[in-house]
């Protein structure tokens, strides 16, 4: 079955880098988009990246635009998100996503960036 799992969360300070991966299982990851997702506490689950399938194409959302690099290792089934000049405002659990007939999410990861 499809299995996501989310790692590299972490405490950081305002300023510093973390570096997401979701591994992938399941599927045969070189068919489909992935995507990453976070939802802060109290707010609605926002997009943060999108990448092809073949990694030709990539979004970011604005508010991470410059900051954030989508990635993703075909041959591994890896997806990552390096997130660097991170802001409190990022804090939030971080997802990653596939559409397969449905979505599929995997368990989050908490990303906490505070001094």
């Known amino acids: 079955q499809v299995q996501l799992v989310e790692s590299g969360g972490g405490l950081v300070q305002p300023g510093g880098s973390l570096k997401l991966s979701c591994a992938a299982s399941g599927f045969t990851f070189n068919n489909l988009a992935m995507s990453w997702y976070r939802q802060a506490p109290g707010k609605e689950r926002e997009l943060v990246a999108s990448i092809s399938r073949t990694g030709g194409t990539i979004k970011y959302a604005d508010s991470v635009k410059g900051r954030f690099i989508i990635s993703r290792d075909n041959a591994k089934n890896m997806m990552y998100l390096q997130m660097n000049s991170l802001k409190p405002e990022d804090t939030a659990v971080y997802y990653c996503?596939?559409?397969?007939?449905?979505?599929?999410w995997g368990q989050g990861t908490q990303v906490t960036v505070s001094s």
């Open positions: 996503k596939v559409f397969l007939l449905r979505e599929y």
